[in-house]
């Protein structure tokens, strides 16, 4: 997979690179198909909550649909990580959806075959 990391508002460090890099590379054991996933982690300014707002954005993309995330949160690495814990979520639903395709197409394809015994 390509991890493609923007920043918006901030500096990114090796630090935030790395660790980035380690939260999105560990989404692969869940669809083994990621194509690309272009991160953009950046700092909201005028908020209408005190202090600096932290926002991570991804998207993954992936045969047959891109999936997106963004979140908010008072740190850099809360974000990233509710990014992350949400991208699995809609992995694993996106991958049983189309199991169940399968499956499906394969009872109908069973159902039309004619066998001889």
Not at 3 to 19: R, S
Not at 80 to 98: F, G, P, S, W
Request: charged letters at 40%; proline letters at 2%; aromatic letters at 6%.
């Amino acid at each position: 997979m390509q991890i493609l990391l923007n920043g918006k508002n901030i500096e990114l460090t090796e630090a935030i690179k790395n660790y980035v890099e380690k939260k999105i590379s560990s989404l692969d054991k869940f669809h083994p198909k990621i194509i690309r996933a272009i991160v953009e982690v950046g700092v909201e300014n005028h908020h209408h909550l005190k202090g600096k707002i932290f926002v991570a954005e991804c998207k993954l993309e992936i045969p047959g649909d891109d999936i997106f995330a963004s979140k908010k949160e008072k740190t850099l690495y809360k974000a990233i990580d509710k990014v992350r814990d949400y991208l699995e979520t809609e992995l694993k639903k996106n991958k049983a959806k189309t199991r169940e395709k399968n499956k499906k197409d394969k009872r109908q394809v069973r159902a039309s075959k004619e066998y001889q015994i």
